[in-house]
């Protein structure tokens, strides 16, 4: 897989700074059942509130069925179906918005399915796997295509496979596979005692 780390302000996990989003993925290397099983369990041993595990992961398994696989790749976005055609598992995240001891509506549902999917992520650097998650997919397309409830809020589509050579991308996605990662300084996003009082980095 081609190395980005994080070039981060203060050293961090080491796990954390190798996570990235990588679009160039093998087309011909399947994804184990027992690794996309290890994603899954990562995903389960999210903090949620109450304890409540909100998520829901549909999984698509091209070498194993090619069919459904094809179904849920063409609610995706025409702009990221161009290199997910190589992911041999896609996954969907999915928030159910209620909670399962009350049946009252869970505002943090959305939050906790956000961490259940981070882990999952972390997992898929840590066997190795490249995991891109995206929102640019038709959320009414899938529910009605795969069924899932009409409450429920669809997240995040996730691609999961071995990394490939950056050659697999067009020439404008391999520009972006090979760009440095960016993020904002903390000052912008992390603030001591009161809003926008930028947090001291001594």
């Not at 990562?42 to 109450?50: G, I």
């Not at 999917?117 to 972390?122: D, V």
């Not at 295509?145 to 496979?161: R, S, Y």
Request: glycine residues 4%.
């Amino acid at each position: 897989m081609l190395e980005k780390l994080a070039l981060t302000s203060t050293p961090i996990a080491d796990l954390i700074a190798r996570r990235w989003s990588p679009r160039a993925i093998d087309p011909n290397q399947p994804v184990s059942r027992e690794q996309v099983l290890a994603l899954l369990e990562a995903a389960r041993w999210a903090p949620s509130c109450f304890g409540d595990q909100p998520w829901r992961y549909l999984v698509w398994d091209r070498f194993r069925d090619a069919a459904a696989w094809q179904q849920a790749f063409e609610c995706l976005a025409e702009g990221n179906q161009i290199w997910v055609r190589n992911a041999p598992v896609l996954l969907l995240s999915v928030a159910a918005p209620h909670f399962g001891h009350n049946n009252k509506p869970n505002r943090w549902a959305q939050y906790d399915t956000g961490a259940a999917s981070e882990n999952l992520c972390l997992q898929a650097t840590a066997l190795g796997l490249a995991a891109h998650q995206m929102g640019g997919f038709d959320p009414d397309k899938v529910k009605v295509t795969f069924n899932i409830p009409a409450d429920h809020i669809c997240m995040a589509m996730i691609a999961v496979g071995h990394p490939g050579p950056v050659e697999v991308l067009t020439d404008a996605l391999r520009e972006k596979e090979q760009a440095p990662r960016e993020r904002k300084p903390l000052a912008q996003i992390a603030f001591d005692g009161r809003w926008e009082q930028s947090f001291p980095q001594e």
